[in-house]
């Protein structure tokens, strides 16, 4: 079989891509494309997993107008979301969104109990509030002890798909629950949030072939002949695979979020680890994704949706590009980020509040986005470096950022290293190399990626000189050490 189609769905679009492989060569084709986006309603964020469910369905009978009659079949998502499942197979709630703020004050709360040391501990990952472990803490306690089973968003797609209940582990060990060390879920974790070991399906790893589409739904809608096969569902896991890494080389998968972090065949829950917030994140075929979540693109695309899409993304880029660099900077991975009413609004308060220039315009806004980000990479490479104790001689950016090239020149030159773009279909290449090394297409993932650096054009930025560098670099710090605290 040579139709390889992921399902990739990110927090603000989804789409279904076709992979072949002709003569070592991986070609792509978008079959469907569609928005998405979490809803408020009665102050809590929610998303519309049923309008995420039936857009795979038009994508497969997409495919299946393009004369597809057989392929096979993986999804990715975003993390530590989940469904709750009665014990018919019926969904019993709206998903929650982890933007929600309803886990502002968890993580506070659970260390009256259990102390953040233990939990890092045991489960190698970083302390967000987004993080599963606080979402199910706050959870309504009926709800959660009438489920089933509770499973994370494309372990419940791959069941409305097949009928199947899974637990991926690379999208399962985001949800800081799962043990080093037994390889499972943790006991003790699970005793304090009142959850059964059997309320979650069976670990399972990527490359597991889970069957064919239910037969309801073949004979509901006209379908590919589709055979499921469970890839690394966290999109951060697929996009790693996907991105062709020299043995020296960290990366940044750059979307909605950026990840900045190495592969490693080890976890790193050093106590130091812990204190600079780096995550043990599963990673397919016996790996470990050691990295550091950055609020990345996110901050651009609400930029942009409040300036109702007046702007492209590459026209912001292009006005930030005109405008004088370094000017004003914020602390990417301030809460105040996270969910605010208006971002603009926002980051304008946070430059005001530390005293620097407010930006007005598009392309200052813009600018000081990208500057930060930038900044941010090299703050948290250093910190990377010093961790791992070892020399990253350059980084690989990809995902939907390595499209930007400012972006990456900034980075270039503020990392004073070589920064490799690309490719930006990284995701969905690492969602289809997993289906072709099940189907026997590939051999491993070492040969996946030499196809991938063969099949995609990389750029690379060398860094170039800017002026006042070290002071640039030394006020970043300086703000850093003494930013201005959110309210909440």
């Given amino acids: 079989m040579n139709n390889h189609i992921a399902v990739d769905i990110g927090a603000s679009s989804g789409r279904l891509v076709r992979g072949i492989l002709q003569e070592g060569v991986l070609i792509l084709e978008e079959l469907h494309r569609f928005s998405n986006r979490f809803t408020e309603q009665e102050n809590s964020c929610f998303w519309d997993i049923d309008y995420l469910f039936e857009q795979i369905i038009i994508g497969l009978q997409k495919a299946k107008g393009k004369g597809i009659t057989a392929c096979t079949l993986g999804i990715d998502t975003w993390a530590v979301d989940y469904v709750l499942v009665d014990a018919e197979g019926n969904r019993v709630q709206e998903v929650y969104a982890y933007r929600d703020r309803r886990t502002d004050l ?34 309504s306690k009926e709800e959660l002890s009438g489920a089933d089973q509770i499973l994370l968003v494309p372990d419940y797609l791959y069941y409305k798909l097949t009928g199947r ?8 060990s985001t949800t800081q629950l799962l043990n080093l060390d037994s390889r499972d879920f943790d006991d003790e974790l699970l005793k304090f949030l009142n959850i059964k070991r059997e309320q979650f399906a069976a670990l399972t790893e990527p490359g597991a072939v889970l069957g064919p589409l239910d037969e309801a739904l073949l004979q509901t809608y006209d379908l590919p002949d589709c055979q499921l096969i469970c890839v690394a569902t ?11 890494l020299q043995k020296d080389s960290a990366y940044i998968s750059s979307g909605t979020w950026s990840l900045l972090g190495v592969e490693r065949t080890q976890p790193l829950n050093s106590m130091k680890a812990m204190e600079a917030n780096y995550t043990n994140e599963w990673g397919a075929y016996g790996t470990y994704r050691f990295l550091k979540n950055i609020m990345g693109l996110w901050l651009i695309q609400e930029v942009r949706r409040q300036m109702d899409g007046r702007y492209s993304f590459a026209e912001l880029a292009e006005l930030a590009q005109g405008e004088e660099g370094f000017r004003s900077l914020i602390c990417c991975n301030d809460p105040r980020f996270l969910n605010p009413v208006n971002m603009i609004e926002e980051i304008r308060s946070a430059c005001a509040e530390s005293g620097q220039p407010v930006p007005e315009t598009p392309g200052q806004l813009a600018r000081c986005i990208f500057d930060s980000l930038a900044l941010s990479y090299l703050t948290y490479l250093e910190e990377l470096e010093d961790l791992i104790d070892s020399r990253i001689e350059d980084l690989q950016i990809v995902g939907g950022g390595a499209n930007n090239s400012l972006l990456c020149q900034l980075t270039a030159d503020v990392i004073g290293r070589e920064v490799k773009a690309g490719p930006t279909e990284s995701t969905a290449l690492g969602n289809i190399v997993v289906q072709m090394i099940s189907t026997g297409s590939i051999v491993d993932i070492n040969e996946a990626r030499d196809i991938i650096g063969q099949s995609f054009k990389i750029k690379s930025y060398s860094p170039s000189p800017t002026a006042h560098l070290e002071d640039i670099v030394s006020r970043w710090k300086e703000l850093q050490s003494s930013k201005v605290k959110h309210p909440s």
């Fill in 106 to 139: 968890a993580m506070d709360e659970v260390a009256k109990y259990i102390s953040p040391q233990t939990i890092y501990e045991k489960t190698g990952i970083q302390k967000l509030s987004i993080n599963t472990l606080y979402q199910l803490y706050v959870h």
């Fill in 165 to 172: 209940k899974i637990n991926e582990v690379t999208n399962a």
């Fill in 234 to 244: 966290h999109d951060t896991a697929s996009a790693v695979l996907g991105a062709p």
